[in-house]
């Protein structure tokens, strides 16, 4: 594994300038106590604004040189204090903007020349030469250039840092979006499973039951059929929802086959035993289809015959219709019931998860009243 970068923390860095700053005034006192107090003091002024040097990296800058430019005035010799001055620049272009650094930079080139000219006239007027000056000159540049260097790659360095954790925090950010809307798309999936199972179960229960309580007073043996459909009706539906409710619970769960083109007979047998007229039209042999078009073709149909029973009123008949052409399964379920007059209470959730299964398909979905009565659903799902 790769190791992490040591790194301070805001403490070890508040430490480790407080532990530069006492490093370089450690000479500063036999300055001040033997050799010379007016350098000692102009030491301490060139020093101590470091332990500031993170926070205001260019007021810190500005202190150092204003400092530095006053050494000549009093000194024409190098002094230890004077390393404040490349530590002020790196400073600056680590922690200021490349302005501010470009700009210390240049200033710290001028002071590098006026230096040189100033210990070499200390030495010794002799010294003063065009050559000498610009060995000085150079050497004393080259601190003044490593300085800016480093700090330019560190603020570099640290601004491709910032941009990595900045880009690692936006994709998981992301990635959390879209496990999100993954998990409210499985929500809604298994929403419109749950309604098309229980609505259609209870839907041919609640018919089923009210016929047979209507029809035991004058005829007891219709009450044997009906019952029986109620059963069949019931299991199924507890299957369906058994197998819907495994898949939540385990992987391993116990399923059964999904609704396809082959069982809509089935379905409209189904309907039939219901006590629905269904005058259905689904050629046999139809082709393969993938399961996701099966099971949203069967869903529609099944959906579509459930709101025939709940709205369309009694003795009202349905019609279905479901063929493969052109590269689409087209489905159509009308009936000749109340039409607009029909109450829509349920039916809004049911056409909304109808239309949702033909749009996560890119198909199309039309339902509403037919002039004259009745309602009709026409849907058209790409293969």
Same mark, same amino acid.
Not at 3 to 13: D, F, K, S, V
């Given at each position: ?31 001040? !106590? ?58 600056? &272009? ?10 210390? !930079? ?21 010294? !003063?030469?065009?050559?000498?000056? +610009? ?18 790659? +560190? ?10 954790? *900045?880009?690692? *925090? ?5 990635? &959390? ?13 298994? +929403?419109?499973?749950m309604h098309d199972v229980v609505a259609h179960g209870l839907t041919t229960i ?29 299991? *199924? ?5 058994? $197998? ?28 039939? &035993? ?44 349905? $019609? ?64």
């Amino acid at each position: 594994m790769h190791r992490q970068p040591w790194r301070l923390g805001p403490r070890g860095e508040r430490w480790f300038d407080l532990g530069l700053t006492g490093f370089l005034l450690l000479p500063v006192v036999p300055y001040l !106590l033997l050799v010379d107090a007016v350098d000692g003091v102009l030491m301490v002024l060139q020093i101590t604004p470091l332990l500031a040097r993170r926070r205001h990296p260019v007021a810190v800058f500005a202190l150092v040189a204003g400092a530095t430019a006053v050494q000549p005035l009093v000194n024409d010799t190098p002094l230890w204090s004077q390393f404040a001055f490349p530590v002020a620049l790196y400073s600056v &272009a680590r922690y200021a903007g490349p302005r501010w650094a470009a700009a210390a !930079l240049g200033t710290g080139l001028v002071g590098a020349a006026i230096a040189a000219v100033d210990w070499l006239r200390g030495f010794g007027a002799n010294l !003063l030469t065009p050559e000498n000056v +610009a060995a000085y000159s150079v050497t004393i540049g080259l601190f003044v250039v490593v300085a800016w260097t480093l700090g330019t790659l +560190a603020r570099t360095r640290q601004a491709y840092v910032d941009a990595l954790v *900045e880009r690692g *925090e936006r994709l998981e950010r992301e990635a &959390a979006q879209q496990a999100a809307l993954a998990a409210m798309e499985e929500r809604h999936r298994i +929403a419109r499973e749950m309604h098309d199972v229980v609505a259609h179960g209870l839907t041919t229960i609640v018919v089923q039951a009210d016929g047979a309580r209507a029809a035991a007073a004058h005829d007891p043996s219709v009450t044997g059929p009906a019952l029986a459909t109620i059963a069949s009706t019931g299991r *199924e539906a507890i299957a369906e929802l058994r $197998r819907m409710l495994g898949l939540l619970r385990a992987e391993e769960a116990t399923t059964v086959p999904q609704p396809r083109l082959a069982d809509l007979p089935a379905l409209l047998d189904e309907a039939r &035993a219901a006590g629905t007229s269904v005058d259905g039209h689904v050629p046999a042999g139809l082709p393969a289809v993938s399961d996701g078009v099966a099971l949203t073709t069967y869903r529609i149909v099944q959906e579509a015959l459930s709101n025939v029973r709940k709205h369309a009123g009694p003795g009202a008949a349905a $019609r279905v219709g479901v063929r493969v052409e052109d590269g689409v399964v087209a489905v159509e379920v009308a009936d000749d019931g109340r039409g607009a007059a029909a109450p829509d209470d349920g039916r809004g959730l049911g056409l909304a998860g109808m239309r949702e299964r033909v749009d996560a398909h890119g198909g199309t979905l039309t339902a509403g009243p037919v002039p004259g009565g009745g309602f009709r659903v026409c849907a058209r799902i790409p293969l």
